[in-house]
């Protein structure tokens, strides 16, 4: 059977079509500048009436129906959905309840579902959700210390992101080690333009560093990571800064980019730090010293590490990184883990997640 994944953006649509049972990648695509003014493509339906169409011009299905299930890239599952379900109409509606949360991605991923219900009606939709993984996170390290109020009121809490890499590279790394999951304490380090750490204990997550939003935890190309919130107090009063601005300052303007003042490319900060740039050198320096410290506490927390596993377009590519995060590790532990390399492969793992539910629930 094939099995198409979507991950539907504020205006592209990222796919891969998958061939199941025995997963084998058939075609990949993206189409961007939805809605934009030059562009072609006006809204998510028709970028996903493209999709089709281009995978049938390519001869790759002789037709639509041949598509028996369609994975979605979720972001926000908020404390509803701790594993991937198959998309019905009550689904539908707690995804757009979580819009709030996610007032960026949950619009265009829901766009996604409800084009593909009207375009190919016969396919089982699933939605796979960035949240899920870290669903098993114990309170005491999803609740913050704000009046408690704030969290049963407004569901405010650590929710993570990234979720389905975690996810995918512990699984990989469990068959690398030859050893079940369920047995195994990982650490799993998701170096992209955002970034993110995990604690696995005996193959559940129980911490990450993205919070509330993707913006709390490790430095990443654009966004701060952890910083003193009383800074956002001080932009505003002192330097009269509105909230929108200071939105993107901390999201868009800071991180890599942000110190080294010269890109979030940690290609381009590199090689200009290689080449003697002091702020590019200062920006690497800050963004392995805060992993360094992330790494060290979730070793505190797990007690004991089978391995840490990097990954994403950093971690996957960068040993300058791995080596200088890694330094020191092997001393700490009296089983010293393993570093892992690991490449990410989310819409595998969305396309495996969603074959797995629909064979084991069926039709909603
Ligand atoms: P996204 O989160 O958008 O999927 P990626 O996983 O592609 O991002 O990661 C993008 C980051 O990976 C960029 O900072 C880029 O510079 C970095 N990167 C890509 N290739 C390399 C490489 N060969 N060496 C070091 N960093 C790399």
């Not at 005491?140 to 049963?152: D, S």
């Not at 995990?198 to 129980?206: E, H, L, M, N």
């Not at 590019?280 to 596993?309: C, E, N, P, Q, T």
């Amino acid at each position: 059977m094939k099995i198409l994944v979507l991950n539907c953006g504020s205006s592209s649509v990222k796919y891969k079509l998958f061939r199941f049972p025995h997963p084998r990648l058939i075609e990949k695509g993206l189409i961007e500048k939805i809605g934009e003014k030059d562009s072609s493509v006006r809204t998510h339906h028709e970028a996903i009436e493209r999709v089709f169409s281009d995978i049938k011009e390519a001869g790759f299905i002789k037709s639509f129906k041949e598509i028996e299930i369609i994975g979605h890239r979720v972001v926000h599952g908020g404390e509803k959905f701790k594993d991937p379900v198959v998309i019905n109409r009550g689904v539908i509606k707690e995804i757009r309840k979580n819009i709030k949360l996610a007032p960026l991605h949950n619009p265009a991923n829901l766009e996604g579902i409800i084009a593909c219900g009207k375009i190919l009606p016969s396919a089982r939709q699933v939605a796979v959700f960035d949240t899920a993984f870290h669903q098993t996170i114990p309170p005491f390290a999803y609740i913050y210390a704000l009046p408690l109020e704030l969290y049963k009121k407004y569901k405010i809490r650590r929710y993570g992101f990234h979720g389905t890499s975690h996810h995918y590279v512990a699984h990989e790394a469990a068959k690398l080690l030859g050893k079940p999951l369920r047995k195994l304490n990982l650490i799993t380090i998701h170096l992209g333009n955002g970034c993110s750490i995990s604690a696995i204990k005996k193959g559940k997550c129980i911490d990450t560093s993205m919070g509330f939003t993707p913006l709390e935890g490790l430095v990443m190309g654009t966004r701060c990571g952890n910083i003193d919130t009383a800074i956002v107090f001080y932009l505003h009063r002192q330097l009269g800064m509105s909230i929108e601005s200071i939105d993107i300052l901390l999201n868009k303007k800071s991180g890599l980019l942000g110190v080294s003042g010269l890109s979030n490319d940690f290609r381009k900060v590199k090689s200009a730090a290689d080449k003697g740039n002091k702020e590019a050198r200062l920006a690497l320096d800050v963004f392995v010293y805060a992993l360094k410290k992330y790494i060290g506490s979730y070793i505190m927390v797990l007690g004991k590490v089978d391995a840490v596993i990097f990954t994403a377009g950093i971690g996957e590519n960068s040993r300058w990184v791995v080596r200088e995060a890694t330094k020191g590790i092997k001393s700490m532990l009296k089983d010293s883990p393993k570093v892992l390399v690991i490449p990410t492969n989310e819409e595998l793992m969305i396309a495996a997640l969603a074959y797995k539910v629909v064979k084991t629930k069926g039709t909603p």
